[in-house]
């Protein structure tokens, strides 16, 4: 048998990962940074080593998009999420709408049927009350358009320079009401992976609103809720393993969090991964990746294989999942892992970016 030196290089650069991967999760920063809000492994050190080691408990541990919630009579999902996007205002949306359409979509994917949110903001010194009239007006036209109501809320108001205009957390309830159970840690190998939709118009909008870019293109962002396409997804077809929206690092970062959670691997196929032409030319233009770039109305959809077809049927007869795609599938080996079939034959790692080129865009 002759050796492979090339096969013996990917192989030990494989076992680097996955070791390093394995270690406990441990924060070396003294100080805060903007990566640790980007989605990426600054996020997830993050999240796992302070967040989850000190409010750990069964409900959290999932670190789901969502908390199930088992009552007497009904199981409901919480979740709740805090909106910083920079700027207010973008073509396709505001901060307004993005806080009720990512919050729906955290409580679609989690296969509950949103009821309620409540709306806090953070307000600047100085914020025109006009702009705040339009986004508490996109809020309310967002709400009613997704069949929920704002509920109860909160207000404060810090010094000028301190909150960049307005922030917005808003925490949202729904009722679970299907035998579905969803989960990152549901994948197996065989399944199939799916998106609703072509990905990084967000991301890719945001960053053209800051103006800080030459560049002319009419993208606007993909923000919607999500509920209405994934109730129908999940009342067609049984096999949905899991669901999540590819908002901060994009559907990359998604496809790293099911492999790991489920140790399996994720084996993409590139070229059949939806991307707008606009959205392509902007991110190679800044040298970033389009799975890496945040979208907030597309989701990213795990299927037992058999039913793949099954799946984007469903999906395609809704307005929001017309150019759905099965973009890959799951493998047993190497677990944990995400890897891409690139377009010249070869094969690349998808791994968690450490921060993100386009911070704030939520």
Request: with cysteine; hydrophobic share 45%.
């Amino acid at each position: 048998m002759t050796e492979n030196p090339t096969r013996d290089a990917e192989a030990l650069v494989l076992h680097r990962i996955e070791r390093a991967r394995g270690a406990r999760p441990r924060i070396k920063e003294e100080r805060i940074t903007l990566a640790h809000g980007a989605g990426g492994k600054a996020t997830q050190t993050l999240v796992e080593a302070l967040f989850l080691a000190e409010f750990r408990n069964e409900l959290l541990e999932p670190l789901g998009d969502g908390a199930e919630i088992s009552l007497p009579h009904n199981r409901i999902a919480l979740t709740t999420d805090s909106f910083v996007v920079s700027p207010l205002f973008f073509p396709g949306g505001n901060i307004g709408d993005l806080a009720v359409n990512g919050t729906v979509n955290d409580l679609a994917v989690s296969g509950a049927d949103p009821l309620y949110l409540s709306a806090g903001f953070v307000l600047e010194e100085g914020f025109p009350v006009a702009d705040l009239k339009r986004v508490v007006r996109a809020m309310s036209a967002a709400a009613t358009a997704a069949g929920v109501r704002i509920v109860t809320g909160d207000t404060k108001v810090v010094d000028k320079g301190k909150a960049d205009g307005c922030y917005i957390n808003t925490t949202g309830v729904g009722v679970l009401s299907g035998s579905h159970r969803l989960g990152i840690s549901q994948a197996q190998p065989g399944d199939a992976v799916l998106v609703t939709g072509p990905i990084g118009a967000h991301g890719a909008t945001i960053m053209l609103a800051r103006g800080e870019l030459d560049i002319e293109a009419d993208i606007v962002s993909d923000t919607a809720a999500l509920h209405g396409l994934v109730a129908s997804l999940l009342d067609d077809v049984p096999g949905v393993r899991a669901l999540r929206d590819a908002t901060r690092g994009g559907v990359a970062t998604v496809l790293n969090e099911i492999a790991r959670a489920s140790e399996v691997a994720v084996v993409l196929d590139e070229g059949s991964v939806p991307v707008g032409g606009q959205v392509r030319g902007a991110a190679e233009l800044l040298g970033i990746d389009p799975l890496y770039v945040a979208c907030e109305g597309r989701a990213v959809v795990v299927v037992d294989g058999s039913e793949s077809e099954a799946a984007l049927a469903s999906m395609r007869k809704h307005p929001l999942g017309a150019e759905s795609a099965v973009i890959g599938r799951i493998g047993a080996d190497p677990p944990g892992m995400v890897l891409a079939n690139t377009a010249f034959g070869g094969t690349r790692v998808v791994d968690l970016l450490v921060g993100d080129p386009l911070p704030r865009i939520c």
